[in-house]
């Protein structure tokens, strides 16, 4: 990934010359010098396939600013960083898994280099008649070897290093850095609602700073070939699909520092760590917060309300953003628990399981036969398990669920083992199958019938609203998935009194001082 370098440099031919060329000009040239190693990152990279790990260092040597090539197998991509982009190589002997060229300019043989010699205090340039900038050295180290960057011209300087991803910077922790960007190659996932804005504009970094400048922002996406712009607010975004280079894809995630982690490497920013929604960026709910995770497909931003806060209109507290409460009125037990239905055609049961997991949450446990419905119409003490959402309007609630739609084909967290059929979370069942049974479709289950969908509207059981139609766990013939959990309390996460002391900064709740809401939280509504 290249972060901002941008050279006007005449057009070199790097050649690696043979043997006996060198010795008889003695003149020097870019060469690779071979070690088994690993980056310690390799978000930072430009990646490529090859067909082998000649043809990887071959593109580093055509382009100008690559200072290094990697490659982990001989299955695997390429991966290329340019000046500036990575600053350390581990050794195999020392965990590292791979092979790593360096990129050096010396008048040694090629057939003859003295990798020691060469990869230890030696500085190299990216333009051969220029000696002063654009410069790296590197050093041998206990673990393996470490990269420095020289540059010495007269330039403005950059505040928060022009958000590169060579975290800690020198003025990352000054007041004027308390709100940093963080750069990848990606896209929006699974389930992204597309509330926001949206505009044409030339460059990534017109746009990121458009994300940067703007309060609702949270996190933004730039399509390199559409030129397109999007700005999501907090909560739009819980699934960003990690990418390469090549796709033409950016995104950043607005974060807010403070003493600890203005301190921290760009990869440690995005390993679950927990950030403050207010006051950097726009909160549609006060006392917001959010995590933000990595896995080898996905950047994760999970958002969270204080376990006390109202969310949307309901009065049932302790749920993720984004997600709806089912329990009894004001009832702060395990009496209630959380539930979000997203829309994605044709996903399998395999693939809803695991975004479901990645959410902390299993595939949706049925509550009592007839707790789903169309709306929040039930008694007043019960919050039902609303899946189309009719009566809410706002573009933000239109996301949740399946709204508009009739029928909705749903997977739940119901699966067969053995001869009998279970539930994920059977602890959210208030009455046993035995004394209200599993509402099925007539003639559903096939022999390899082992997983099931929630089929709800037009054609389902009358009685319920809905029933359950077995099928294969492969199947695509669905419009989404179910997911539910226990409140945010009883989860494994950080609660939003541990994130206000990192920060040192609390937001009231609703309008109220903590002491008057938790008198109005013990007081019958």
């Known amino acids: 990934m290249r972060f901002l370098l941008s050279l006007t440099l005449p057009l070199f031919l790097f050649l690696t010359p043979s043997c ?53 197998n001989s299955s695997d991509p390429c991966y290329l960083f340019a000046w500036n982009s990575i600053q350390e190589v581990t050794r195999n002997e020392s965990g590292g898994v791979g092979t ?53 011209r007269i330039v403005d300087s950059f505040t928060c290093a022009n958000f590169t991803f060579n975290r800690p910077y020198e003025d990352g922790c000054n007041p004027e850095c308390n709100i940093t960007m963080v750069q990848v190659w990606a896209k929006p996932g699974p389930i992204t609602i597309m509330y926001g804005k949206n505009d044409t504009v030339e460059t990534w970094t017109d746009c990121l700073n458009m ?46 520092m403070n003493d600890k982690n203005c301190k921290m490497t760009t990869d440690q920013l995005l390993d679950n760590q927990y950030y403050l929604v207010a006051p950097a960026m726009y909160y549609p709910q006060k006392r917001m ?17 204080d376990k006390d806060s109202t969310y949307q209109g309901t009065t049932l507290q302790g749920c993720p953003y984004m997600s709806m409460a089912s329990g009894y009125w004001n009832e702060l037990s395990k009496e209630v628990f ?17 975004l479901c997991h990645l959410q902390d949450m299993e595939l949706l446990t049925d509550k009592y036969t007839g707790a789903v419905s169309s709306g929040q119409k039930g008694e007043w003490y019960i919050m039902e398990m609303s899946i189309l959402q009719t009566d809410l309007t706002t573009p933000v609630r239109t996301g949740f669920g399946f709204p508009g739609m009739n029928p909705v084909k749903s997977w739940y967290g119901l699966e067969k083992v053995g001869d009998k059929w279970t539930w994920s979370m059977p602890e959210f069942r208030v009455f046993k199958d035995e004394d209200m049974p599993i509402p099925w479709a007539v003639g559903t289950g096939g022999s390899g019938d082992t997983c099931a969908y929630l089929h709800w509207g037009t054609g389902a059981d009358e009685y319920a609203g809905y029933d359950f139609i077995a099928a294969p766990c492969n199947s695509t013939d669905v419009d989404g998935f179910s997911c539910g959990s226990w409140q ?25 001082s903590d002491a008057e809401w938790k008198e109005l939280k013990a007081s019958p509504y």
């Open 20 to 72: 006996s060329l060198d010795s008889e000009t003695n003149s020097p040239a870019y060469k690779f010098v071979t070690v088994s190693g690993e980056p310690t990152t390799l978000n930072a990279s430009d990646v490529i396939q090859v067909a082998s790990f000649e043809e990887c260092t071959g593109k580093c040597e055509k382009d100008p600013v690559c200072v290094m090539a990697y490659q982990a």
């Open 100 to 152: 790593v060229a360096f990129k050096v300019f010396t008048d040694q043989p090629s057939c003859e280099l003295n990798s020691p010699f060469l990869l230890n205090g030696k500085v190299y340039p990216i333009n051969p008649n220029d000696t002063t900038n654009y410069l790296w050295k590197i050093d041998t180290s206990e673990g393996g070897w470490k990269i420095t960057y020289i540059d010495n």
């Open 211 to 256: 994300c940067y400048n703007e309060w609702p922002c949270n996190s933004v996406h730039y399509d390199v070939s559409t030129k397109f712009c999007f700005r999501f607010k907090v909560g739009m975004v819980t699934f960003i699909e990690r990418m390469t280079a090549s796709d033409g894809n950016h995104m950043a995630i607005k974060l807010p």
């Open 289 to 305: 917060y959010f995590r933000v995770q990595t896995t080898p497909k996905y950047y994760l931003i999970k958002t969270y309300l």
């Open 338 to 354: 959380c539930y979000r239905h997203s829309k994605q055609p044709g996903i399998t049961q395999t693939e809803a399981k695991e």
């Open 488 to 512: 945010q309390e009883y989860m494994d996460i950080k609660q939003y009194k541990d994130v206000t002391a990192e920060f040192g900064y609390e937001q009231d709740c609703c309008g109220f």
